[in-house]
T-cell receptor, first 112, second 112 residues
Framework: SAVISQKPSRDICQRGTSLTIQCQVD?????MFWYRQQPGQSLTLIAT?????????ESGFVIDKFPISRPNLTFSTLTVSNMSPEDSSIYLC?????????FGPGTRLTVT | AQSVTQPDIHITVSEGASLELRCNYS??????LFWYVQSPGQGLQLLLK??????LVQGIKGFEAEFKRSQSSFNLRKPSVHWSDAAEYFC??????????FGRGTSLIVHP
């Protein structure tokens, strides 16, 4: 099974700033996913990141707000840009391996 | 489009009692079904999954779930709950893309 790490594990940020979240996987994977989990809510898919191509964003999410990089098959970053308090959430990275989805521990973001 | 309904937002049980968490799904073909657990401050851990075959699926930590096609359900059960089972439980459904849609989650509270 894939082992996923994320940095940072948590952060408190000022309104208007940006934060880049890193996701590292211990094996090569084709697709990586970024989810948002707002307080008390379920997981919402932000985008799918394939290596060597532009990320595919779900409805309600745009590249200018959540730019994603996927430089190789084991790493991805998600940037939360121009943050507002509404962006306070847990952001999770995940991968699919053998038809199962594995999740990182998440990055808990608080925007003040 | 696929969807998942978890009708119970909170469930409270006494330690040692049995547990059943409900999950109903909507999907046009044979679904892939999952139950995940999220402990406070942790990422998501896969408890069990159903892809095909035996409709009673055994998972980790003593959990099991039964796929009932006629009822579009995939309820999670445990015969005797431990205090450490207190967590958020998410049911999810996916199809050929393997990208799951999550329910809103059920919060399990365990009384001593």
């Amino acid at each position: 099974s894939a082992v996923i790490s994320q940095k940072p594990s948590r952060d408190i940020c000022q309104r208007g700033t940006s934060l880049t979240i890193q996701c590292q996987v211990d094996s090569q994977v084709t697709m990586m996913f970024w989810y948002r989990q707002q307080p008390g809510q379920s997981l919402t898919l932000i985008a799918t990141a394939n290596q060597g191509s532009e990320a595919t964003y779900e409805s309600g999410f745009v590249i200018d707000k959540f730019p994603i990089s996927r430089p190789n098959l084991t790493f991805s970053t998600l940037t939360v840009s121009n943050m507002s308090p509404e962006d306070s959430s847990i952001y999770l990275c995940s991968v699919v391996e053998g038809a199962e989805q594995y999740f990182g521990p998440g990055t808990r973001l608080t925007v003040t | 489009a696929q969807s998942v309904t978890q009708p119970d937002i909170h469930i409270t049980v006494s330690e040692g009692a049995s547990l059943e968490l409900r999950c109903n799904y909507s999907y046009g073909a044979t679904p892939y079904l999952f139950w995940y657990v999220q402990s406070p401050g942790q990422g998501l851990q896969l408890l069990l999954k159903y892809f095909s075959g035996d409709t009673l699926v055994q998972g980790i930590k003593g959990f099991e779930a039964e796929f009932k096609r006629s009822q579009s359900s995939f309820n999670l059960r445990k015969p005797s709950v431990h205090w450490s089972d207190a967590a958020e439980y998410f049911c999810a459904v996916s199809g050929g893309s393997y990208i799951p849609t999550f329910g809103r989650g059920t919060s399990l509270i365990v009384h001593p």
